[in-house]
């Protein structure tokens, strides 16, 4: 009997240490949990700062390259072939200048008139992109932007569109 007793008092010792040990480590995986979330939240939200700053870098380049003539020029005559390489040779300066990736001009069917790649054997020129929400978007409303993967590079990248006005002058 005592025996017995003793077997039970243990028994309920190691149930109690096996609770006690169970919400200590559930406590310890709450607070890490808690811990990693909050770095995690905090690198999510410099990472969101960078991309936003990055972008905001860039924000300018569609609407600037507009005011160079030459690429106004091309834009007023893209049959005309001198025209479109001075174009294709401002967008190569003004692209290694910025540090952006490549920059390109579509005419009103999203047809690339010239680019900043146009030497280049993976040059955009001739590629249609109609069909980019920020082509459509620019043409809607004058300015399209998004992120995606590149059609002809297959590397992600976010674009960025401005509208030119047309010979007449209307956007």
Do not use: K
Request: charged content about 20%; cysteine-free; glycine content about 8%.
């Amino acid at each position: 009997m005592i025996r017995a007793r003793q077997s039970r008092v243990w028994a309920g010792l190691f149930a109690l240490a096996a609770l006690a040990a169970g919400l200590a480590g559930l406590a310890a995986w709450s607070l890490s949990a808690a811990a990693l979330s909050e770095r995690l939240d905090r690198a999510l939200l410099l990472t969101a700062r960078t991309i936003e700053a990055e972008i905001e870098r860039f924000r300018y380049l569609p609407g600037l390259a507009l005011e160079d003539p030459r690429i106004r020029a091309a834009v007023t005559a893209p049959e005309n072939a001198a025209r479109i390489d001075a174009a294709n040779r401002a967008l190569q300066v003004a692209a290694a200048r910025s540090g952006a990736d490549e920059l390109y001009l579509l005419d009103e069917g999203g047809t690339t008139l010239a680019s900043s790649n146009w030497q280049d054997a993976s040059s955009f020129v001739g590629e249609n992109y109609a069909f980019r929400p920020y082509f459509r978007d620019a043409l809607a409303s004058g300015a399209g932007r998004f992120y995606a993967v590149g059609v002809t590079t297959g590397e992600p990248g976010y674009f960025l569109a401005s509208r030119a006005a047309s010979a007449t002058g209307r956007r």
